[in-house]
């Protein structure tokens, strides 16, 4: 597979391969590393069917295993580079395809498996006419959170699901823009990836995913389709990346985000009251006031990688915010901002109340009123980073 640390495996004495339920063409599989190798032909098709490869199509694949899809990958793109972790599941490719009327197209492997050989997207486009009637994969072993992507049309990936959250979004932020992804994950991240204001597992990941792509639930997929069968059920999930709107605020919209779902089920008129809250927007209040006085602002000198990184969250999990279902706001003990009426404060509650927003919660907001919310701030000088 093609994410997260490697352990050295202790050898295996002999009869290991009779013994381990978990072993292919010689090669056990673990768990630990997210390790679940594919294994119904009839899903693999429907997954290529679903995908709409075109034989133009120059393909990557996270996690090839031991290449039951990489096979079917080969046959209905253009090109394939595949992404794996795995030095043993690297050599497995390359005797699985040697002999086969495949091997001519398997090429570009270094000594340890990691590529040599990658023509620049011009040089492909250049020689087009005479690349039409030839398919050719390469393979990168390493990690592919840490790996820089060559350029590709779709992404077909069987992932560990400890990476699906850092994944998504370094898939999200590739450039230049691909026409889309289609990923296994585990079936309740898949669900939170499409979920819809008033869903319980509507979030956080939920608001900033579908901000910058259309995302759509394809087919869900039982534990016993993989070898070994992991201990949940699976979904896979269609990724359709938008173009990037360079005026969009991103770093604030990310800081917004962040705050209204913190406690998705509070309303927004409780989360604002909070201290801690209101605090900070303060600091950014007479921060950019400050800013403002002392020079003009430039408009086009904002950087969108920077901006764009308030969405994204590669140390944590962007799908787990506190779920308060089961208590109200006075549960909750809100601690409010000390100069009780203070003229920030009555201005923070004053734009809830301009968008009627007060006793909305975040649970059952669409992007539409995020962005209604977010204007209104704005206009009012609030700003979230």
Request: glycine fraction near 8%.
């Amino acid at each position: 597979m093609a994410g997260g640390k490697m352990k050295k495996e202790k050898p295996q004495r002999g009869g290991a391969a009779s013994s381990n339920p978990h072993y292919q063409g010689g090669i056990s599989f673990h768990k630990s590393k997210g390790q679940h190798i594919l294994k119904n032909p009839l899903l693999i098709d429907t997954i290529i069917q679903k995908a709409g490869i075109k034989s133009t199509d120059a393909i990557l694949e996270i996690g090839p295993g031991t290449g039951n899809l990489t096979k079917k990958l080969l046959e209905a793109g253009k090109s394939v580079v595949a992404v794996e972790i795995d030095p043993r599941m690297v050599l497995e490719l390359q005797r699985r395809f040697q002999g086969s009327p495949l091997s001519s197209r398997l090429k570009g492997i270094g000594a340890f498996g990691i590529t040599i050989e990658i023509p620049e997207v011009d040089d492909l486009l250049a020689h087009n006419n005479n690349l039409s009637q030839r398919t050719e994969a390469r393979v990168i072993q390493g990690d592919v959170l840490k790996c820089d992507l060559p350029y590709f049309d779709i992404c077909v990936a069987n992932i560990p699901y400890q990476i699906s959250s850092p994944l998504t979004f370094k898939l999200l932020f590739h450039r230049p823009l691909f026409r889309c992804a289609v990923i296994m994950f585990q079936r309740e991240f898949a669900m939170r990836l499409v979920a819809q204001p008033g869903d319980t597992l509507y979030c956080r990941l939920s608001v900033n995913t579908q901000l910058m792509a259309r995302v759509f639930h394809l087919l869900k997929v039982g534990r016993n389709n993989f070898r070994p069968p992991p201990k949940v059920d699976s979904s896979v999930v269609r990724i359709e990346p938008r173009k990037l709107i360079d005026s969009f605020p991103y770093k604030d919209w990310g800081g917004l985000i962040r705050i209204c779902f913190n406690r998705k089920n509070k309303t927004l008129g409780s989360i604002f009251k909070q201290k801690s809250v209101l605090s900070l927007l303060e600091k950014n209040y007479k921060t950019l006031k400050a800013l403002r006085l002392s020079q003009k602002e430039s408009s086009g000198d904002t950087d969108m990688a920077v901006a764009l990184s308030a969405l994204r969250d590669t140390g944590e999990d962007l799908s787990m915010e506190i779920d308060d279902d089961d208590y109200d706001d006075e549960d909750m003990g809100v601690e409010e901002h000390d100069a009780r009426g203070s003229e920030f404060k009555n201005k923070v509650l004053g734009v809830l109340k301009k968008g009627d927003f007060e006793d909305k919660r975040s649970s059952k907001l669409t992007q539409a009123d995020f962005m209604h919310l977010l204007s209104l701030f704005n206009e009012a000088g609030i700003h979230f980073a």
